[in-house]
């Protein structure tokens, strides 16, 4: 077997027994939000008639375990259950027919950031380093600084002041759905893009500088620089393969941040994305549905940290035989 | 031609602003005030058409369409889009034929009989009759029910249909009110299948038709063309958008017409822009300290008229509701609601009187303890503070402690002695006075048992002679102002913006949103 299947395989193996151990954490927690869905629906109004008409109807009589093995049993068939809320007689609401839209969202939004940051970022970067401690650098990197130093609402706020209400380039409003067209949907969800955009170059961009820089000290770099290769050569051809590594895992980072942690812009932006879904179901308990979510989630680091470290292997082989 | 010619030709939509103004300059007046006349008068006049695209504060992506789940605005709008109810209430807190067309009382009003609209039909061409309104009903009763309506219906004995136009309530006792109850927003009017409550389809009987329900996201209806009344958009959308500056954004941006709860702090920035137009209504939702009556030394009516005394709620209004609302009098009943009255003498700041009835409660000063948390309302832990300020001046010594949110309604409220609560207020005097302040009620939270006050409560509801029951009701509001337990420190107004394009009449005060009716009330101009 190619030494690069078997790794990915036998990080796929640990992926899963991660997701289990991950599984059981994210159940056992939610024994202890207080409260359940029943007095969190009914609110004041709740009585003990209603709240146990409720516990019965949604099984949270059952003991904790018996749960957990029905629930757990129904995920690995691919099946995540029903979401509490929303029942009617012979009628439920699957929990994957709630988050699936929502989950596309977010995938498209953490897409669209991520075809025009990551590009940028390694741009930004690699110019930052071939022109170090040059006025642009410095530039680059107060720019860069000063956006991610913003809370994120704060950065939206102002792109909405300044292309959403002064100047009307892009709605302030990016409520899309399905039947939304491609170009629509890039042109609504810009400036919720752009947002992350400003938020995640600066992490990227700073780690692609520092990696090369750091390189460029190496006496291998100096040979090249000796044999007259010219300064942009260098630094593409004989530092980056070689920074790739660290450089990629700060990239996967951010793209598994931005498919979980944008809940903010998506409440400014009224984005329908999964994170104000996962925020709402802990809010009502609506337990089926956090724990997917918290799968979902878990999922993505996983696979992500994968890639990254199968980008760096591929990169520098060394990293396959460790001494 | 004379001005009122011609403003009933605009009225009818047959004359343009240009022949208007012309034709006005040439009766006397100047371009501008004919200008004026014209838009004041087009838009007085209700007429058909147009999206109104509203953007509420609230909405969770848990939200159903069950009724009986209904807990806030966003999914509580929808009774009144693609549902009716059996009563609706107007602008004048009375209730009004919804689909019921009329209704009667028999003597002891502990049986009602409500004769339905003839020939309405549902979305689906279904035609409605009295099993459906029946369905509709015992969705929130019984011991399967999962209604947070449940308790307010539990004086029902029995609903039944009566021929396919009436319907029947035997109540348990006489309750004058009773068609308020059946007003309330989880009560709509839905067909019934099969003997049960068919909610999951989204068909109604109401002015529009539901063509999308994404729950925390949008609400979207189109004109239903065989609608019974009158409705004046072709079609509504509505958002829920519950971050407040990105609501006032989308208002500026013309991306929807109308916002409910824009933030306070900025209002004079959003009166600024001159398309937009503010609402300030107050409601029945009020803000109080109730004390316990049975516990030391709440337990004195001096002490506590003392207390009464020594709060500045001028000031809680001013400063922690930046003047969005109206003082309280220790009178729970807001101002807009039948048979209210303004007791006297007013409890206002007046630290004399407060030292006065300290001095006749056998004390010199003091110290007392209040819980507060955010959990209260927003604010009011600063409105606990600002209290003890204005105490200080009483020689009352009030300790402010601040609890945790979390379960502040289950560890705090009607536990401690003295805290911070909000009551949302409730349309009837005696539904309010039912809930919280009969010695039996469950919530009241006072613990106060005053004999009279509960007599004539139960003899009030039973009667129908209006001049007795509002001198009854006056008694009561005078016995809870002056022996009450219950400090009602503010009532807040609801707050809204809309784009100037849309108009309305007078608004209702029962509930925000012009009491939900905006939806088929409001239009164009």
Known sequence: MHPIVRTVLQRLGLGLLTLFVVS?????????????????????????????????ELGLNEPAITRYIQWIGGVLQGDFGSSFSGRSQGREREVMELIGPRLWNTLFLAGMTAIIAVPLALTLGIT???YRNSFYDRAVNATTLTTISFPEFFVAYILILVLATLWKVFPSLANVRESTELADRIYMTALPALTLTLVIVAHMMRMTRAAIINLLASPYIEMARLKGVSKSNVIIKHALPNAWAPIVNVIAFNLAYLVVGVVVVEVVFVYPGVGQLM??????????????????????????????????????PRLLHPR | MDIDKMKSLVSAGKMGRRDFIQLSVAAGLTVAAGDNLFSATARATPKKGGHLKSAVGHGSTT?????????????????????????????????????????????????????????????????????????????H????????????????????????????????????DFPFVVSDYHLPIMPAKDGKLDWASGNGTGPFKLERFDPGVTIEAKRNENYYGTAYFDEVSMLSVSDVVARQNALNSGN??????????????????????????????HYVAPMNTTMAPFDNKDVRLALKYAINREELVKKILLGFGSPGNDNPISQSIKYAIDPEPRHAYDPDKSKFHLKKAGLDSLKVDISASEAAFAGSLDAAVLMSESAKACNIDINVIREASDGYWSNVWMKKPWCMSFWSGRPTTDWMFTTAYAAEAKWNDTFWKNPRFNELLVSARAELNETKRGEMYAEMQNILHDDGGIMVLMFNDFVTAHSKKLAHGDLNSNYDHDGGYMYRRWWFA
């Open chain 1, 24 to 56: 059981v954490i994210i159940f056992s927690s939610l024994q202890f939000l207080p409260g359940d869905f029943a007095t969190s629906v009914l609110g004041q109004a709740a009585t003990p008639e209603t709240v146990a008409a409720f516990r019965r």
């Open chain 1, 128 to 130: 930052a380093a071939l």
């Open chain 1, 279 to 316: 925020v709402d179901a802990v809010t009502t308990r609506d337990i089926p549905v956090v724990q997917a979510c918290a799968l979902i989630f878990a999922a993505t680091y996983i696979l992500l940290n994968l890639f990254a470290d199968i980008v760096s292997i591929v990169t520098n």
């Open chain 2, 63 to 139: 939200d159903s369409l069950d009724p009986g789940t209904w807990e806030n605005s966003h999914v509580g709008d929808l009774g009144y889009i693609p549902y009716d109810y059996l009563v609706e209430i107007d602008t004048k807190n009375s209730p009004a034929p919804g689909l019921a067309e009329s209704w009667e009382a028999s003597a002891e009003v502990d049986r009602w009989v409500f004769k339905l609209r003839k020939g309405v039909e549902f979305h689906d061409g279904k035609t409605l009759d009295a099993e459906d309104v029946v369905a509709s009903i015992n969705h």
């Open chain 2, 141 to 176: 009763r019984g011991p399967d029910t999962k209604s947070a309506a449940k308790s307010i219906l539990e004086i029902i004995q029995d609903v039944k249909a009566n021929g396919k136009d009436e319907v029947v309530f035997e109540l348990s006792s006489g309750s004058a």
């Open chain 2, 256 to 285: 929807v017409d109308y916002i409910d709860r824009p933030d306070l702090k900025t209002i004079s920035l959003l009166k600024r822009n001159p398309g937009l137009e503010i609402d300030q209504v107050t409601g029945f939702g």
